[in-house]
């Protein structure tokens, strides 16, 4: 079954504003708003790639807000003009960076918006060096926001995940499997570009 559904997105300081037109069902595992729940926005907000403290009262406020990353997008939220009722993701990749992507077939359609940060890449499995032998492995992500006018059972939105009801033999499958590899092109082919225009 398909649901009427128009979204728009926008940039606002740094932000990725998603606005789904109406309060919609999403499942996430984003720091504000993760799990499942209905909502109007998604965020996708960029921050600094490794905030250090300062010894400046400035840093304490900086500090604050690092440690309640979802008090701290409800707060970009409500900066931004999205509802504070919003999920939130952080990325340090540039906004700039942000890569899109719409499929469609028999009706359906899914959009991907993806910040694809790989200059702390690892393997799946791979242990992460200890502080103690001095690496410097800083957090990166690949944020996805997979949106669909399919109307998905819950199932169905765990599916998109993981195989039932949503694997790659279905058109939704299908579709979700091509925008997501073709934003992570796009995502990888931007992260390369900017890794070579930094080194000169």
């Not at 919609?24 to 729940?37: H, N, Y």
């Not at 992507?101 to 200890?130: D, F, I, K, M």
């Not at 998109?160 to 299908?174: E, K, N």
């Not at 997501?180 to 092109?185: G, N």
Request: aromatic fraction near 4%; include cysteine; glycine fraction near 8%.
């Amino acid at each position: 079954m398909k649901a009427r559904l128009s979204t728009s997105h926008r940039i606002v300081e740094g932000t990725l504003i998603i606005d789904l037109g109406t309060r919609m069902r999403v499942l996430s595992s984003a720091p504000k708003g993760g799990g499942f729940r209905t909502t109007r926005y998604i965020l996708n907000h960029q921050v600094l790639p490794n905030p250090v403290p300062l010894q400046t009262s400035e840093a304490k406020v900086s500090q604050q807000r690092w440690s309640d990353p979802a008090r701290y997008l409800r707060r970009i939220a409500l900066t931004v003009g999205a509802d504070g009722d919003c999920v939130g993701l952080m990325t340090a990749v540039p906004m700039k960076q942000l890569a899109t992507s719409r499929q469609s077939a028999a009706g359906l359609w899914v959009e991907c918006y993806a910040t694809v940060g790989v200059t702390n890449a690892v393997r799946a499995g791979e242990l992460p060096q200890s502080v103690e032998q001095g690496a410097d492995r800083r957090p990166g992500t690949i944020n996805l926001i997979l949106i669909t006018n399919a109307c998905l059972a819950a199932s169905a939105l765990v599916g998109a995940v993981w195989q039932p009801y949503a694997g790659t033999h279905t058109i939704i499958g299908s579709l979700i499997g091509r925008v997501t590899a073709d934003c992570l092109c796009q995502g990888l082919t931007r992260a390369a570009e900017w890794a070579l225009q930094s080194q000169s």
